[in-house]
């Protein structure tokens, strides 16, 4: 039997198929009977008071007022906002217009936007109070504002909200609403159930607190949001776990606009009705944000790339998939090699836009058995031709926490086909991470060996520490090889090039 996610598969197929090839554009479209229907149903959501959009598409003058600007944005595919693309499978509540739809505009525009038949008009979807997926279960905001300056680097900044939760819940989403927009890259929803954040926060005399330990990273996750990103339920049977006595956690982003700017964050709760039916983990290639990829992009460099691979231990099946790059990305792509020798299209991004970095959810779950490679590509452009560069000229640009600095990887979301097997898959991502990191102390050892001032520092550890052998480290090899280095060395070798 198909479940919910098929059923709407095989509809938005038959609504593609219907309007990209079966539909050509009307010959002499009028607002009521063709433009507001595209106009309502796919840029209304943000294009109405309250939300991000800067004007309203709610009426007829609305829409007409900027007939040019929306024919213009809309043939170049720069409004709606969506860059998710795949061969092989389809997003849900996907924004992308049809080249019918565009067509529609451009003609209406061209015949001087009549307005037709009043009788003719759909009624506008239904919005709730601003909040995109309805009324949340608990809206929770944080107790007091944090200042960004004008000007000055980028700063990141933690902030406990208390949630006051008096036995276990699970979350379903979580809708995250930003107070100045302009200022707030992203940020990431920690959960704490110590109190350490609380006294952290006391302890610094301005809101929230600087540095976050390991220890409260690990104390659990309900996601987080990135500029440009719109909230999403996960899908049915999954949800993350919020234990009773929580302080949630946001470890936020800022990026000073020039405009000095008070933040006041807002959340809205979705609260699932029971407990999850299965477990689920994310893939992210290359790990940590490309943290360990040794990204270094030379002045100039208009295609410079980077990729990773992972295969699969165990059969999974993928709900969502996401990417993060900085102003220099380019291109990012996620494709899936079969056992059989198939090559399936994940995701790709063609045009890689630093404004809008979203989690896109499959319309039905992806089946990917064990034995699959899962490989990503990431593109950089730093080019004088690249409009977004920060700098003028290009300068090297290698990874970093800053805006203007680089990162770049693809994540998928997963679960275990078999639950029993998720400790499994994630040993295997973790081992995944542990390699990483291993490579790229090898690289660094290597890059400050050209210059003979550390090439065998990397062997003689080797021939220390590998006790079994097997010309890698263990996590216990490899804390010990990085303890017997003196602590000036450490700093020497691992800061920034």
């Known amino acids: 039997m198909k479940n919910r996610f098929s059923i709407f598969n095989s509809l938005l197929f038959a609504t593609f198929v219907s309007n990209a090839i079966g539909s050509p554009a009307p010959a002499n479209p009028t607002f009521t009977e063709h433009v507001a229907p595209i106009i309502f149903n796919h840029c209304a959501s943000c294009h109405r008071p309250g939300e991000a959009a800067p004007f309203s598409f709610l009426n007829y003058n609305d829409v007409k007022?900027?007939?040019?600007?929306?024919?213009?944005?809309?043939?170049?595919?720069?409004?709606?906002?969506?860059?998710?693309?795949?061969t092989d499978y389809s997003f849900a509540d996907e924004r992308r217009l049809t080249d019918a739809q565009v067509e529609t505009i451009q003609a209406w525009v061209k015949s001087g936007s009549p307005e037709g038949e009043s009788a003719k008009l759909p009624a506008l979807p239904e919005f709730t109070d601003s909040w995109q997926l309805g009324t949340p279960d608990l809206v929770v905001k944080m107790t007091e504002g944090y200042t960004v300056p004008a000007d000055g680097a980028d700063i990141y900044r933690n902030f406990v909200v208390p949630l006051d939760i008096k036995e276990d819940k699970w979350v379903q989403a979580v809708e995250f609403r930003p107070g100045a927009r302009s200022v707030v890259h992203h940020s990431l929803f920690f959960l704490d159930v110590t109190g350490e954040a609380r006294q952290l926060d006391a302890d610094d005399p301005v809101p929230g607190f600087k540095r976050m330990g390991l220890a409260l990273q690990r104390g659990g996750t309900l996601g987080g949001w990135a500029v440009g990103g719109t909230p999403n339920k996960l899908?049915?049977?999954?949800?993350?776990?919020?234990?009773?006595?929580?302080?949630?956690?946001?470890?936020?982003?800022?990026?000073?606009?020039?405009?000095?700017?008070?933040?006041?964050?807002?959340l809205g709760i979705y609260f699932a009705d029971k407990p999850p039916a299965h477990g689920f983990t994310a893939i992210q290639l290359p790990p940590v944000f490309g943290a360990l990829a040794g990204i270094d992009i030379p002045a100039g460099e208009a295609n410079y790339t980077k990729t990773d691979s992972f295969t699969l231990p165990v059969d999974v099946r993928a709900f969502a998939v996401s990417a993060?790059?900085?102003?220099?990305?380019?291109?990012?792509?996620?494709?899936?090699t079969l056992p059989d020798g198939e090559t399936r299209e994940l995701l790709w991004i063609r045009k890689w836009d630093f404004?809008?970095?979203?989690?896109?959810?499959y319309t039905d779950w992806v089946d990917l058995p064990a034995g699959t490679r899962i490989d990503a590509k990431v593109v950089w452009d730093n080019s004088a031709d690249?409009?977004?560069?920060?700098?003028?000229?290009?300068?090297?640009?290698?990874?970093?926490?800053?805006?203007?600095?680089?990162?770049?990887?693809?994540?998928?979301?997963?679960?275990?086909?078999?639950?029993?097997?998720?400790?499994?898959?994630n040993s295997s991502i973790n081992k995944h991470r542990r390699e990483a990191g291993e490579q790229a102390i090898r690289n660094r050892f290597a890059d400050r060996g050209k210059n003979g001032r550390s090439g065998s520092l990397l062997q003689r550890l080797m021939e220390r520490f590998d006790k079994d052998g097997d010309g890698k480290l263990s996590p216990e090899e490899r804390r010990s090889?990085?303890?017997?280095?003196?602590?000036?060395?450490?700093?020497?070798?691992?800061?920034?090039?």
């Open 355 to 361: 404004a809008w970095q979203e989690q896109y959810n």
């Open 65 to 86: 007022k900027r007939g040019r600007l929306i024919a213009r944005v809309t043939e170049k595919r720069y409004m709606p906002p969506w860059h998710a693309e795949s």
């Open 481 to 497: 090889a990085i303890a017997s280095i003196p602590a000036e060395e450490r700093r020497r070798l691992f800061r920034r090039r």
């Open 324 to 336: 993060h790059a900085h102003y220099l990305g380019k291109e990012i792509k996620m494709t899936a």
């Open 235 to 266: 899908p049915e049977g999954l949800a993350y776990k919020l234990p009773k006595g929580s302080d949630l956690i946001l470890s936020t982003h800022f990026h000073p606009s020039g405009k000095e700017e008070t933040e006041v964050s807002t």
């Open 386 to 425: 690249n409009v977004f560069n920060p700098f003028d000229p290009p300068q090297r640009v290698r990874w970093g926490k800053e805006s203007t600095d680089e990162m770049g990887s693809v994540t998928l979301q997963v679960i275990a086909k078999d639950s029993a097997s998720l400790r499994s898959l």
